[in-house]
């Protein structure tokens, strides 16, 4: 008579259940922690993206005040968006910025450095709605425009049309 | 307001793909519970977003809403009559009952984590930008967002399946609504953890294996707390339950004469090219397996037709971005056999970041480990046709995958395999959940009770409507 627990079978079952504890073991502490690591916070339409500009700016529900900005300005006109090579905050906020800033067209500039006075000095103001600047100087040439924290800065170059 | 809103959008989608999945299978198998919660939910959100998409070209706004909630409702009557959802019909064993508990646990914690985070970042400027627009603009995507370069960020190219599943939730709440568009993502995990359970289940014989296996998905951490994970806004979830489920139809299909689950593998197989751009790779390696299948276990030519509805799928969406001229994404180089020759010498860095990535423990747990033991319990058993589906459905788009790398175009290609890899394996991982429990319950021919006991459905046995349930209790 044959045992019901031969040796493979008792092999194979520790083996199996080794495994799924060593899975546990070493699971366990990297969800708990990634499932611990931030609290419950109140969710809104713009959850995300204010989200995102609090991190980068620091500033609360900048999305909403972005959104009217921009719906103040002529819907025919584009946005320009400067963004700083490299960058990847510039580039996150340049994203975001274009992300809400529709039904405007968008364009992203990338520049290299910090001073982008050569590329506006090239831009047709009657063309363009505004400019945004992400973590870039503003030139003392063009106007002060609306500052969304720091790192955030929205130039309109027209009226609404 | 919102609760009915959302109560309106899932209660549509569910019937919608309740319906599609009662006209598929008809009153010829009868699934558990589980089986029809995830392939209504995979199902609904497939036939949804087309239904958007198609009806967007003739409506817009309320119209457009109106008509895509008559056709899901429809499909929900036409789904209840041919087919009243299935019973537990037995009474679960304690053990059983604790791993419910503990899947139950844990799906509660996959949404609560779901809205503790943001959208990740492709969620938003990838997926969700694509719901909000189209919703801005009556529920169909502007023209000008194809070719508008300054938002090329966000791939205008990427297909729909899972913006459109946002912009209906949008559709029912009155809003675009970045924190309830995340409500789709845990959902899709419900359905993963239900189909791996399920299928295990089938494949083991046994609904404790199936719930374990279930409730182990949970512990990898790709999927449960990594970038990109279940609850992160990303397409490649989602995309890996629509494959985990045609691989896992498929196997069951392997079967001689199991003619249903072959239907419910080109369903899912049609909408994987639906789901991400990825999606045509693992299409056409569902579709190579299928073919096998056919060709092995000599199934009707008509079963060839099974893979219609997923080229109808990717030449329309070809040509629609054509006609709207779609920006193409400049991550890649043109694939040729100049580049080919000019890039292999990647072969070698990419082997090697491939194997750090499957022994990452932060990562994957010792997921990839197990699989690898797995699999080497797989190799005796080649000669059965399903056994040789699932390996290549699990090794090759591994594969293409990292052949694709030898093509990328960014300044540091590993840059670009250290952002995505881990994600693309998160495509086939839950196959690796069935190669497990293959190996796990190896031998079946030496387990009669397979097909004994009562209660127990294995994917031999699915073929009637006498056959007993699997359910998650």
Same mark, same amino acid.
């Given at each position: 008579?044959?045992?019901?627990?031969?040796c493979?079978?008792i092999?194979?079952?520790?083996?199996?259940?080794?495994?799924?504890?060593?899975?546990?073991?070493?699971?366990?502490p990297?969800?708990?922690f990634g499932?611990?690591?931030?609290?419950?916070?109140?969710?809104?339409?713009?959850h995300?993206?204010?989200?995102?500009?609090?991190f980068?700016?620091?500033?609360?529900?900048?999305?909403k005040?972005?959104?009217?900005?921009?719906?103040?300005m002529?819907?025919s006109?584009p946005?320009v968006?400067?963004?700083?090579?490299?960058?990847?905050?510039?580039?996150?906020?340049?994203?975001t910025?274009?992300?809400?800033?529709?039904p405007?067209a968008?364009?992203?500039?990338?520049?290299d450095g910090?001073?982008?006075?050569?590329?506006?000095?090239?831009?047709?103001?009657?063309?363009?709605?505004?400019?945004?600047?992400?973590?870039l100087?503003?030139?003392?040439?063009?106007?002060?425009?609306?500052?969304?924290?720091?790192?955030?800065?929205?130039?309109s170059l027209?009226?609404?049309g | 307001?919102?609760?009915?809103?959302?109560?309106?959008?899932?209660g549509t989608l569910f019937?919608?793909g309740y319906?599609?999945?009662?006209?598929?299978?008809?009153?010829?198998?009868?699934?558990?519970?589980?089986?029809?919660i995830?392939?209504s939910?995979?199902f609904?959100?497939?036939?949804v977003s087309?239904?958007?998409?198609v009806?967007?070209f003739?409506?817009?706004?309320?119209l457009?809403?109106?008509?895509?909630?008559?056709?899901c409702?429809?499909?929900?009557?036409v789904?209840?009559?041919?087919k009243?959802?299935?019973?537990?019909r037995?009474?679960?064993?304690w053990?059983?009952?604790?791993?419910?508990?503990?899947?139950?646990?844990q799906i509660?914690?996959?949404?609560?984590?779901?809205?503790?985070?943001?959208?990740?970042?492709?969620?938003?400027?990838?997926?969700?930008?694509?719901?909000?627009?189209?919703?801005?603009?009556?529920?169909?995507?502007p023209?000008?967002?194809?070719?508008?370069?300054?938002?090329?960020?966000?791939?205008?190219?990427?297909?729909?399946?899972?913006?459109?599943?946002?912009?209906?939730?949008?559709?029912?709440?009155?809003?675009?609504?970045?924190?309830?568009?995340?409500?789709?993502?845990?959902?899709f995990?419900? =359905?993963?953890?239900?189909?791996?359970?399920?299928f +295990?289940? *089938?494949?083991?014989?046994r609904?404790? %294996?199936? /719930? !374990?296996? $279930?409730?182990?998905?949970?512990?990898?951490?790709?999927?449960t707390?990594?970038?990109?994970c279940?609850?992160?806004?990303?397409?490649?979830?989602?995309?890996?339950?629509?494959?985990?489920?045609?691989?896992?139809?498929?196997?069951?299909?392997s079967?001689?004469?199991n003619?249903?689950?072959?239907?419910?593998?080109?369903?899912?197989?049609?909408?994987?090219?639906?789901?991400?751009?990825d999606?045509?790779?693992?299409?056409a390696?569902?579709?190579?397996?299928?073919?096998?299948i056919?060709?092995?276990?000599?199934?009707?030519?008509?079963?060839?037709?099974?893979?219609?509805?997923?080229?109808?799928?990717?030449?329309?969406?070809r040509?629609?971005?054509?006609?709207?001229?779609?920006?193409?994404? =400049?991550?890649?180089?043109?694939?040729?056999?100049? +580049?080919? *020759?000019?890039h292999?010498?990647?072969? %070698?860095? /990419? !082997?090697? $970041?491939?194997?750090?990535?499957?022994?990452s423990?932060?990562?994957?747990?010792?997921?990839?480990f197990?699989?690898?033991?797995?699999?080497?319990?797989?190799?005796?058993?080649?000669?059965?046709?399903?056994?040789?589906?699932?390996l290549?459905?699990?090794?090759?788009?591994?594969?293409?995958?990292?052949?694709?790398?030898?093509?990328?175009?960014?300044p540091?290609?590993?840059d670009?395999?250290?952002?995505?890899?881990?994600?693309?394996?998160?495509?086939?991982?839950?196959?690796?959940?069935l190669?497990?429990v293959?190996?796990?319950s190896?031998?079946?021919?030496?387990?009669?009770?397979?097909?004994?006991?009562?209660?127990?459905a294995?994917?031999a046995?699915?073929?009637?409507?006498?056959?007993?349930?699997v359910?998650l209790?």
């Amino acid at each position: 008579m044959t045992s019901p627990w031969p040796c493979g079978r008792i092999a194979h079952l520790l083996l199996w259940c080794g495994l799924a504890v060593a899975l546990l073991a070493v699971s366990i502490p990297r969800i708990y922690f990634g499932a611990t690591e931030y609290p419950l916070r109140p969710g809104g339409a713009l959850h995300t993206t204010d989200s995102y500009f609090k991190f980068a700016t620091g500033r609360e529900g900048v999305s909403k005040s972005l959104i009217s900005t921009f719906e103040s300005m002529p819907m025919s006109k584009p946005i320009v968006i400067f963004i700083r090579r490299g960058d990847a905050f510039s580039s996150g906020l340049g994203m975001t910025t274009a992300y809400l800033a529709s039904p405007h067209a968008v364009r992203l500039c990338e520049i290299d450095g910090t001073h982008p006075d050569n590329e506006l000095s090239r831009i047709n103001p009657a063309k363009v709605a505004a400019v945004v600047l992400c973590r870039l100087n503003r030139p003392a040439w063009l106007p002060a425009g609306k500052v969304f924290g720091p790192g955030l800065e929205i130039v309109s170059l027209g009226e609404k049309g | 307001m919102n609760a009915l809103g959302l109560f309106g959008a899932f209660g549509t989608l569910f019937a919608a793909g309740y319906g599609l999945l009662a006209l598929l299978i008809r009153r010829s198998v009868r699934l558990s519970l589980a089986e029809q919660i995830a392939f209504s939910w995979l199902f609904g959100t497939g036939a949804v977003s087309l239904l958007l998409w198609v009806f967007g070209f003739f409506a817009d706004g309320l119209l457009l809403q109106g008509l895509v909630n008559v056709v899901c409702i429809s499909l929900g009557m036409v789904g209840w009559n041919l087919k009243k959802p299935s019973l537990i019909r037995r009474k679960p064993r304690w053990f059983e009952v604790v791993l419910s508990a503990v899947i139950a646990i844990q799906i509660a914690i996959v949404f609560y984590l779901s809205f503790v985070h943001t959208l990740g970042w492709d969620g938003l400027l990838n997926w969700e930008i694509k719901a909000r627009y189209a919703f801005a603009n009556g529920g169909v995507l502007p023209a000008a967002y194809f070719s508008d370069i300054g938002r090329a960020f966000s791939h205008p190219e990427y297909p729909l399946a899972i913006p459109f599943t946002e912009l209906w939730l949008y559709f029912w709440l009155g809003e675009s609504n970045q924190f309830w568009a995340k409500a789709i993502f845990p959902t899709f995990y419900v =359905a993963g953890t239900f189909l791996v359970g399920a299928f +295990t289940a *089938r494949l083991s014989g046994r609904t404790w %294996l199936g /719930l !374990l296996m $279930a409730a182990l998905l949970f512990f990898v951490p790709q999927v449960t707390v990594e970038v990109g994970c279940a609850r992160s806004g990303y397409a490649d979830f989602p995309l890996s339950v629509f494959y985990f489920a045609a691989a896992g139809c498929l196997f069951c299909a392997s079967e001689q004469g199991n003619a249903v689950f072959f239907r419910l593998y080109a369903g899912c197989l049609t909408l994987l090219p639906w789901v991400k751009r990825d999606g045509l790779i693992l299409w056409a390696v569902a579709t190579a397996c299928g073919v096998f299948i056919i060709l092995r276990t000599r199934k009707s030519p008509s079963s060839f037709l099974a893979f219609l509805p997923g080229i109808v799928i990717i030449l329309a969406w070809r040509l629609y971005l054509n006609a709207t001229h779609a920006l193409q994404a =400049a991550d890649f180089l043109p694939f040729n056999l100049e +580049t080919l *020759r000019t890039h292999l010498n990647r072969a %070698l860095p /990419l !082997l090697s $970041a491939l194997v750090a990535e499957f022994c990452s423990l932060s990562t994957w747990s010792l997921f990839w480990f197990i699989v690898a033991v797995a699999f080497l319990y797989a190799l005796p058993r080649m000669r059965e046709s399903g056994v040789v589906a699932l390996l290549v459905a699990l090794i090759a788009p591994i594969v293409l995958y990292l052949c694709l790398y030898l093509f990328s175009n960014w300044p540091n290609y590993l840059d670009h395999v250290g952002l995505s890899i881990s994600r693309l394996l998160m495509q086939v991982a839950p196959i690796g959940f069935l190669l497990i429990v293959l190996a796990i319950s190896r031998h079946p021919e030496k387990q009669p009770q397979r097909v004994q006991m009562p209660n127990r459905a294995t994917c031999a046995i699915a073929c009637s409507e006498r056959t007993a349930v699997v359910e998650l209790a």
